[in-house]
T-cell receptor, first 116, second 111 residues
């Protein structure tokens, strides 16, 4: 597609429930990034993929969070046993390449996760 | 210390004012630099890349000082529609690739 598509737009989960978020990157983009933004605060990098391979997962919490990008499927971010502090907007971005001065990351509209 | 630090803001300015945002980064291996704009409850969108020689796009001018590890964004003749959060973004390739966002600086332009 021509834009990064994230679903769902809003997700409400009770504490302890699982949450699964999806992201379809722009067609032809090799890199996918996930970020967490809590209450309009700064973006926290979670994980990046190069195609279906994890590229950098240094931002991923060690427990409860996992992510995948499988061929011919949207990428996903899954949170097991959600906690109140997981409430945030989760943004996905994709880019064609890395590092070049004119490489732009295109963002999806985000998924707002509310844990109650 | 955060890897990318920005002015805390918010900046409240009248229409027509000139406003400057500053950003510093700690990783000397950083390679590419950007300013993104985020409107309330929306996704960030690229405002401009920052080139070593500095670059201008209409009312917006971006500067990079690699020696000082400092990036700036200047907005001239500010408009009401410039009200947003401005995010300084730095890409580093230092053992791995990272895109680090600053915390953002909120700008309010008033009539």
């Amino acid at each position: 597609g021509e834009e990064v598509a994230q679903t769902p737009k809003h997700l409400v989960r009770g504490e302890g429930q699982k949450a699964k978020l999806y992201c379809a990157p722009i067609k032809g983009h090799s890199y996918v990034f996930w970020y967490q933004q809590v209450l309009k605060n700064e973006f926290k990098f979670l994980i990046s993929f190069q195609n279906e391979n994890v590229f950098d997962e240094t931002g991923m919490p060690k427990e409860r969070f996992s992510a995948k990008c499988l061929p011919n499927s949207p990428c996903s971010l899954e949170i097991q046993a959600t906690k109140l502090e997981d409430s945030a907007v989760y943004f996905c971005a994709s880019s064609q390449s890395l590092g070049a001065v004119n490489t732009e990351a295109f963002f999806g509209q985000g998924t707002r996760l509310t844990v109650v | 210390r955060k890897e990318v630090e920005q002015d805390p803001g918010p900046f409240n300015v009248p229409e027509g004012a000139t406003v400057a945002f500053n950003c510093t980064y700690s990783n000397s291996a950083s390679q590419s630099f950007f300013w993104y704009r985020q409107d309330c409850r929306k996704e960030p969108k690229l405002l401009m890349s920052v080139y070593s020689s500095g670059n201008e796009d209409g009312r917006f001018t971006a500067q990079l000082n690699r020696a000082s590890q400092y990036i700036s964004l200047l907005i001239r003749d500010s408009k009401l529609s410039d009200s947003a959060t401005y995010l300084c973004v730095v890409n580093s390739q230092d053992g791995g690739f990272k895109t680090i966002f600053g915390a953002g600086t909120r700008l309010f332009v008033k009539a």
